[in-house]
Structures are given as structure tokens and as C-alpha cells.
């Protein structure tokens, strides 16, 4: 079977690493894989994709010019399985230009709701969500598939743009669990790195939706009774911004910002608790990571997260605000048989997610859809 992943580039972001990992997964000696991207500027994830893959990266950057060639691209190499990242409406007009008998599949990790809220998105205008929304339920509709990374995702789908239920897929983003442990277990290597506890981690792109200033917010209102220091792996549009709540909150001495980390599992290993507060997650994979590491985790509330999340079993959900999150970290903090429980707890939850079993849906959905 030949298929091909179509994503805009390897930047360092969610659906990136997915499409590189569940590609990279599945078998090599039964599939031809390829890998097309848009732009190979800044990629983080090259080094990770699996010997044999083969990896297209586009000439042309005008819309109507990257159009044309991943049209040709795909005449040229005939896929069975077409399945693009964030390139959705492209990568199905080009299949149609090319002519080919393609299955394409759509891979979807955020709800389009938040996604379109997103002020990092040019979406939010009145007039440009009418568009968003009217080719989402003219493309999503006709795809063969619509494979989603979690039920939350799915219902935003349904409820909200009528992509008929009966072609989405929920397919939870596969983790390699044996590489984070292997990786985590290495050393800092940071010399300038003090490791002060209690010391809690977070980890993603600096940008609105992933709402480090709720975070922050929370370590001002602990830092009276129970300082709490804190690394931030990632890099993003907002890091001056959050540099500056840093020091406006005085919490210069217990935040900081360690850039995007190719291994940021020996970071949030060593950390008493990870925590998420995003606004909205469609899936939240680096939760699924922390647990793998061995770290309670902390997230507020979204689909994504609460399909990860049991409360009180594996992880704590808390609420949009501040002092829920300053409490869910104070009682971690101060509950070490709590901790525990849920460490060894979270440790079981995420087997599921092993990545062999994940490549191995992905492999079904396949097989399915060209037999």
C-alpha cells in the first residue's frame, strides 16, 4: 500500500510529531511511505522520521502554485492513502485535480470551535469562520475518513459542522513510551540548571491557547506560602509577553524559560508536577508523556484532557482559574501518598497509548478503507 502523510512543514508542534511517529510506525516492508511537506524550513522532527520514508518537500509558495505541484506530486506517485495534517481543503482539491483514485483521510487533533476562537489564527473574524465553517462541512463530508485524536473532538464535528458520524475515526495519538523512558533517563547536561523544589514543569508552544499566564497566575498566588519554581520548555510567539508577566508578577527568581528541548522528557521527570492550562487540547499528548515519566499531572479541563484524565485516579482536573490550579498543585505537593497513587496509577492508564497498538489501528483503518 502506498501512503502518504501531507503536513505544511516539521515545526515544532502536536500534529508534526504525530504525523512523523504514525508514520514512521507503520511497516515498512508492507507500505510505501511518503512524507510531503509544504516547507522544510525549521523543522524539528527530521531526525525522527524512520529510515525509508520518502520525504517531498515542495518548491513553489504562492497557494495556487502549491496547489499545482502537490496535484502533479500526487499523479506521479498514485497513493492509496492520502492523509493530511492541517492541509485539509489543499490536499483534497489536489487529489481531485490529479485524478487518482486516493482514499483521503483527514487528521484532525483540536476541536475547529477552539481552534477558530484561537487568536493565534487569522479565523476569528466574523466573515472568515463562515468560510472556515462552510468548507468544513463541504470537505469534511466527502472525505473517505475523518480520524479524530479524541469523543470531544468527534462531538464538535457532528454537533457543529454535521460531518456525518459514520466517517470519523477516534484515534488516540500514539506515544512511544519505551523512548521517553529510555529519554528521560538522561542527564541534564545543563549546567547552569539548579534543580530547586518544589519545582513544577510545563511544556508546549508559547502561544494564547496553550494560556501560560494562567499557570503563572497560579505560581503568584502559591509563592506566599509554598514558593514554587518552575521550568517552561517551548518556544513561541509569546515568550516576550510571558517574560514580562514574569516580572511584572516579581517571579523572576522562580520561573524559567528553557526554549524548545529536543528531549523534554529529563526535564519533566524531574519535576514534583507537570501541568497543562490550555484553554482547549484536542487531545494532550505531552500529558500522556509527563505520566510516562513518572509525574503527577495537573490539567484544566478541556475534551482532550478529560479523555486522558481520570480525576483523583490518574491526574487531577481543575478548572479555568488560578487558585484551582495553585490548589491541585499545592496538593500534590503536600500529598506524597496522593502522588504516588495517582504516578502508579497514570503508569497503567497509558499502555493504551503505546505506540505499536496506535500504529496498528492506523493500519486497520487502512486496510478497511482500500479493500
Not at 488516540?172 to 534543580?195: F, M, Q, S, T
Request: glycine share 8%.
Amino acid at each position: 500500500m502506498k501512503i502518504c502523510f501531507i503536513i505544511p512543514s516539521l515545526a515544532g508542534g502536536g500534529a508534526e510529531r504525530v504525523a512523523v511517529t504514525v508514520l514512521s510506525a507503520l511497516d515498512g516492508t508492507r507500505h510505501e511511505r511518503m512524507l510531503y511537506l509544504f516547507s522544510g524550513a525549521d523543522g524539528v522532527y527530521f531526525d525522527r522520521i524512520a529510515p525509508g520514508i520518502r520525504v517531498v518537500i515542495a518548491e513553489r509558495r504562492s497557494w495556487a502554485g502549491r496547489l499545482w505541484e502537490l496535484a502533479s506530486f500526487l499523479r506521479s506517485a498514485r497513493p492509496d492513502i492520502v492523509m493530511p495534517f492541517l492541509s485539509y481543503f489543499i490536499t483534497a482539491i489536489a487529489v481531485r485535480l490529479a485524478g487518482v483514485p486516493s482514499r483521503v483521510v483527514f487528521n484532525q487533533g483540536t476541536p475547529t470551535t477552539g481552534f477558530l476562537d484561537d487568536p493565534d489564527f487569522a479565523w476569528r473574524q466574523t466573515w472568515r469562520r463562515r468560510v472556515f465553517a462552510t468548507l468544513t462541512r463541504l470537505f469534511y463530508a466527502r472525505a473517505d475518513a475523518v480520524v479524530v485524536t479524541s469523543e470531544g473532538v468527534a462531538e464538535d464535528l457532528v454537533a457543529n459542522y454535521q460531518v456525518p458520524r459514520s466517517r470519523i475515526r477516534v484515534l488516540h495519538n500514539p506515544v512511544d513510551l519505551d523512548a521517553i523512558v529510555a529519554a528521560a533517563g538522561k542527564p541534564l547536561e545543563h549546567g547552569d540548571l539548579a534543580e530547586e523544589h518544589p519545582l513544577v514543569a510545563a511544556a508546549g508552544r508559547l502561544a494564547g491557547v496553550k494560556n501560560y499566564p494562567l499557570l503563572l497566575d497560579a505560581i503568584a498566588e502559591l509563592s506566599t506560602e509554598t514558593p514554587v519554581h518552575a521550568w517552561i520548555l517551548g518556544d513561541g510567539v509569546e515568550r516576550l509577553a510571558l517574560e514580562k508577566h514574569v516580572a511584572e508578577r516579581g517571579l523572576g527568581r522562580l520561573v524559567k524559560f528553557l526554549g524548545f528541548q529536543q528531549n523534554p522528557w529529563r526535564f519533566i521527570t524531574r519535576a514534583d508536577v507537570f501541568v497543562l492550562t490550555s484553554t482547549y487540547e484536542g487531545f494532550g499528548n505531552v500529558l500522556i508523556e509527563a505520566m510516562a515519566c513518572g509525574t503527577p499531572v495537573v490539567a484544566t479541563r478541556s475534551p482532550g484532557t478529560a479523555e486522558i484524565i481520570e480525576h483523583g485516579a490518574n491526574g487531577l482536573l481543575v478548572d479555568h482559574e488560578p487558585r484551582a490550579v495553585a490548589g491541585a498543585i499545592a496538593s500534590l505537593i503536600a500529598d506524597r501518598p496522593l502522588r504516588d497513587r495517582l504516578v502508579n496509577h497514570a503508569r497503567e492508564s497509558v499502555r493504551q497509548y503505546a505506540l505499536p497498538q496506535v500504529a496498528a489501528r492506523y493500519d486497520r483503518l487502512f486496510q478497511e478503507l482500500t479493500a
